[in-house]
């Protein structure tokens, strides 16, 4: 079964639509979505290496939009949307936290949470929350989300045959070891913040 939606995923990664669903993804993730866009992100640069910059650009710029939006959700409708999102994760109390470690780190503490596998949106819906001066947070954002894509981009580009082939020969390990990333990013927003 594994072995079908592997193959599945990388005929989608490959179609026209792919860059739409990457920035969608990407969007979302960044204000509300639980998925990362490494999702599509992967088995886009996989099935298209000579796109990778294109792709990651994509990710980058729809993140840095979906940030935004995570912003104002913190900053204009903490009580109403925010608050859920972030007991959704489990991070309703962070907040406290978080300001103080943007005020004694300022930008360098977005680039950091931004790099890591926390939940984006809640840096992005805590930032709006603290009053996060916007250029600083756009900034940071774009370096950090700029960094991560580039950086998966990037290995993916230059490594490419070796890790589809390895992916392929190991699709269930793969599997679950990005679940177990994924479910671990979500377990760090609880201590990490």
């Known amino acids: 079964m594994l072995r079908r939606i592997y193959d599945w995923t990388m005929r989608m990664a490959g179609g026209e639509q792919a860059p739409w669903a990457l920035a969608a993804v990407s969007f979302a993730e960044s204000s509300f979505f639980?998925?990362?866009?490494?999702?599509?992100?992967?088995?886009?640069?996989?099935?298209r290496r000579e796109k990778a910059w294109w792709y990651a650009t994509i990710a980058t710029a729809a993140s840095v939009i979906g940030g935004l939006l995570g912003y104002a959700i913190g900053y204009f409708l903490y009580d109403a949307v925010g608050l859920p999102i972030l007991?959704?994760?489990?991070r309703e109390h962070a907040l406290d936290s978080f300001m103080a470690f943007v005020r004694d780190y300022g930008v360098p503490a977005v680039i950091i949470k931004g790099m890591t596998p926390i939940p984006y949106k809640v840096v992005t819906i805590a930032a709006g929350v603290g009053h996060m001066n916007l250029l600083a947070f756009v900034g940071a954002s774009?370096?950090?989300r700029a960094m991560r894509?580039?950086?998966v981009a990037g290995l993916l580009y230059f490594a490419g045959e070796p890790i589809r082939a390895f992916i392929e020969k190991r699709l269930t390990l793969v599997t679950t070891a990005f679940f177990v990333l994924l479910i671990g990013g979500f377990v760090a927003?609880?201590?990490v913040f």
């Open 34 to 47: 639980p998925i990362p866009p490494d999702v599509m992100l992967i088995p886009m640069v996989l099935s």
């Open 142 to 144: 774009i370096i950090a």
């Open 189 to 191: 927003v609880r201590y």
């Open 149 to 151: 894509f580039f950086l």
């Open 87 to 90: 007991k959704l994760y489990g």
